[in-house]
């Protein structure tokens, strides 16, 4: 591809930005970033405006951008848009030297153009950034690495559902550190489709990887991970509680939120079983008395 990109800048109502970026995808944009509570920016760049968002649509030509603002302006009124070229070989460069390889215990996570340095000793996880979460390095999915190496230690072929599998970084990690039967769900369907070709890419595809809720998968599991958003969290606490046999890590959550999260799976019959911080982020941990 040769030529200058255009990236289309959208401020919102955070409340928005999850329907603006489900229009995003459906319109096929080339690349999608997002700037928020979950996501906050990176050092130097700027952040959005107190119960907003920001979503960077990066399109291939100005007709495509174009015709997306306008489209989307008719939905969102209250959003405010800025088109502008962006060099793309700049742009490809910027994005790509954002993304880190992680060692966290026996494993590496790391993107394909990295995974040269993986050590020997590790077990290598290659995910290609695209459209969904979950490269390895953001803290809510290093923090749930972690806690799935340490499980997986001490539990040698113990059951896995992870709720929000976004790349299917979990469940792949999972798999290849012996877990038995692997299962990772997500409401949005371009994950799902990422993440089964994650699987595969990764050896793994007998990963069990679909959209159903996780009320609609047959049975319990050892450990259940789930790195979503705290509101959304809570909101599935009736349907996540249930499938708990031993240990529930939940992520996604930051520190001033724990107690409600937490509180909500109390109410399901878990039991807390410590947690763990990474800057504003925390892993809250639960377990089945
Ligand atoms: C923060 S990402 C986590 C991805 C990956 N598990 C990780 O740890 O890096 C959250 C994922 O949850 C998904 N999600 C959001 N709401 C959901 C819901 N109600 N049910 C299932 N998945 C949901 C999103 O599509 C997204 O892929």
Redesign the pocket.
């Known amino acids: 591809m040769s030529g200058d990109w255009f990236s289309l800048t959208i401020d919102l109502p955070e409340g928005d930005a999850e329907a603006l970026e489900a229009q995003l995808h459906d319109r096929g944009v080339a690349g999608l970033e997002v700037r928020d509570r ?1 996501a906050p920016p990176m050092p130097g760049v700027r952040g959005p405006a107190p119960g907003e968002a920001i979503v960077v649509a990066y399109f291939e030509d100005r007709a495509a951008a174009e015709e997306a603002q306008a489209e989307l302006a008719g939905s969102f009124p209250a959003a405010r848009f800025s088109l502008e070229p962006v060099a793309q070989q700049d742009w490809s460069q910027s994005w790509k030297s954002l993304i880190r390889a992680v060692e966290l215990g026996r494993l590496w996570v790391g993107p394909p153009w990295l995974a040269d340095w993986a050590p020997a000793d590790k077990e290598r996880i290659v995910i290609e950034p695209k459209m ?3 490269t390895g390095d ?1 803290p ?2 290093s923090l ?1 690495l972690e806690a799935v190496d340490e499980y997986l230690r001490a539990h040698p072929g113990a059951s896995v559902l ?6 299917g ?2 469940a792949i990690a999972a798999r290849r550190l012996g877990a038995g039967r692997c299962v990772g ?4 369907p371009v ?1 799902v489709e990422l993440a089964k070709e994650n699987a595969v890419a990764n050896h793994t595809p007998e990963i069990e990887l679909s959209g159903k809720t996780p009320a609609e998968i047959e049975g319990t599991f050892d450990l259940v991970l789930a ?2 958003l705290a509101n ?1 969290l809570v909101e ?1 606490a009736p349907q996540i509680a249930p499938k708990v046999k031993h240990k529930l890590v939940l992520a ?1 959550v930051l520190v001033h939120q724990k107690n409600q999260v937490e509180g909500a799976y109390i109410a399901h019959g878990l039991v807390p079983d410590g947690t763990k911080t990474m800057g504003e982020w925390i892993r809250i941990d639960l377990r089945r008395p």
């Open positions: 979950e969904a979460f979950g953001h809510t999915t749930c992870d709720v929000g599998t976004g790349t970084v979990l769900v997500d409401n949005d994950s790195n979503i959304t599935l996604g």
